[in-house]
């Protein structure tokens, strides 16, 4: 079993930085994915950053360049580093580690105001 707890959501204004955190237990396999989904109000939700057992990162067209996403192997623990944000920024972020299946952690709201 595994569980995922996220932290570090708010609220920011816009040109703001959030930083969020997502830290696994339970069986957790050094070659797996994790990462960021986002879900606003009315949308699906969407890939936001990933990162693989290797480092290997993959964004979303409308972060790059804003976001980096890391991993501490050591700790289990995928990190989400916000920058320039902008109020389309703004919805539910939700941790992801794929390892056999998916796991989702709870999500962590992140507003951005104009």
């Known amino acids: 079993q595994v569980q995922l707890v996220e932290s570090g959501g708010g609220l920011v204004q816009a040109g703001g930085s ?12 050094s070659f797996n994915v994790m990462g960021w989904y986002r879900q606003a109000p009315g949308k699906q939700r969407e890939l936001v ?5 290797g480092g290997y990162t993959v964004y979303a067209d409308s972060v790059k360049g804003r976001f980096t ?10 990190l989400l580093q916000m920058n320039r944000l902008k109020p389309e920024d703004t919805a539910v972020y939700y941790c992801h580690l794929k390892q056999r299946q998916d796991w989702w952690g709870q999500g962590t709201q992140v507003t951005v105001s104009s």
């Not at 959030?18 to 396999?29: E, N, Q, T, Y």
């Open 49 to 53: 950053a990933t990162i693989s057992g």
């Open 18 to 29: 959030l930083r969020l955190s997502c830290a696994a237990s339970g069986s957790i396999f």
């Open 69 to 78: 996403v890391a991993r501490d192997y050591a700790k289990n623990t995928v």
